[in-house]
């Protein structure tokens, strides 16, 4: 795990408060994790600042994947970032409504987030805009649902032969 | 010792069929002289994705040795083996890998589904597995358990050894099987 630094944190954290005030919805810290939320507009050149700024130096995309609120219809995408320079780890998160879920892509800040969009993409079915091929990674090609999606049944639905009375349904 | 003989894990010899015999020679009909060939060396290729597939080592292995039911030699090649051996869950995207192979398969050729994932997607009821192999190939014998025991494989295998010792010359000719084919959407 790594390791423990609150200085750090506040240190960044005023940082961001000064450059994107209005942007940054929320902040917050778990588990001595530093985690921001910010505006979808503002998600691409927050992310290229955290990555250029020299005090900052988040130089690595550790993960990224999506996440559904059912209750506000929103999806969401949570970004892990790593400074290699400053051992310092940080949780960027964003969210879009369901109805139109579009974000810019982070592809042209990390070129390692193409399959990790692509992923997302293929379970939630978020639209990276500008993804050079935004197409489903792991599962079949011709699955029209995104099955991380709350909605989505867990079960398959074409078995037969699952008796509902011994499932208590 | 004698209940130890009936055992299937001490074979004995392959029967002969029905025929006349007499000094020197012995007489039986074609189809049964080539289903004792066939049933006495299949060759399987192991389609092992999961632990099934590890149990079927067991069984491949000194202990349980299926080499003694004539399955000496595993075929890694579709085109020169005659026993599909499924074992282990089949995700929907290695389903169209799985036809494939069996469709390279020469006929004639008998598939086996060990374990429950094989035979019925298994405890994985869920979008991304396929709920048994037999929506995409028609299978000759289920062998159930999670993961089965070797003693249960050879007990399928066995089962396949019946059908293919008294499967007629003509099966694969017949309007039936024709049929079945067609339902898989093949040929």
């Given amino acids: 795990m790594f390791k423990i630094n609150a200085e750090r944190n506040k240190f960044v954290v005023k940082i961001l408060s000064d450059n994107f005030s209005e942007a940054i919805v929320q902040q917050e810290v778990i588990l001595d994790m530093l985690c921001i939320t910010v505006t979808k507009e503002a998600i691409n050149p927050f992310l290229l600042f955290l990555r250029d700024n020299n005090e900052l130096k988040y130089d690595f995309l550790t993960t990224l994947c999506g996440m559904h609120y059912p209750e506000i219809d929103q999806l969401g995408v949570v970004y892990h970032l790593h400074s290699l320079t400053n051992n310092h780890y940080i949780r960027v998160k964003t969210a879009t409504e369901l109805s139109n879920p579009v974000l810019p892509t982070a592809t042209n800040i990390w070129p390692s987030a193409n399959w990790m969009e692509r992923e997302t993409f293929d379970f939630f079915g978020i639209q990276f805009q500008g993804h050079p091929n935004l197409v489903r990674i792991l599962n079949v090609d011709d699955m029209t649902a995104f099955p991380l999606r709350k909605d989505f049944p867990l079960e398959d639905q074409t078995r037969e032969d699952k008796d509902d009375s011994m499932f208590g349904r | ?187």
């Fill in chain 2, 1 to 187: 010792m004698a209940e130890k003989q009936n055992s299937i894990l001490t074979p004995t010899t392959a029967a002969a069929p029905e025929g006349i015999s007499g000094q020197g020679f012995f007489a039986t009909s074609l189809e049964k002289a080539v289903g004792l060939a066939r049933k006495n060396s299949l060759w399987p290729l192991p389609f092992a994705t999961s632990c099934c597939g590890i149990e079927f080592m067991a069984t491949m292995g000194s202990h349980y040795d299926l080499a003694r039911f004539g399955s000496e030699r595993l075929s890694f090649s579709p085109r020169q083996s005659d026993l599909l051996m499924v074992m282990g869950t089949v995700a929907k995207k290695m389903g169209p890998v799985l036809r494939e192979i069996y469709i390279q398969m020469a006929e004639p050729k008998w598939v086996i589904a060990v374990g429950a994932c094989a035979s019925s997607g298994g405890i994985f009821d869920t979008y991304s597995v396929l709920q048994g192999i037999d929506r995409i190939i028609p299978v000759d014998v289920y062998v159930p358990g999670c993961p089965p025991r070797p003693e249960q494989i050879i007990d399928g295998i066995i089962k396949i050894q019946e059908l293919v010792g008294n499967e007629s010359l003509r099966r694969r000719n017949s309007a039936e099987y024709e049929a079945l084919m067609k339902k898989y959407n093949m040929e």
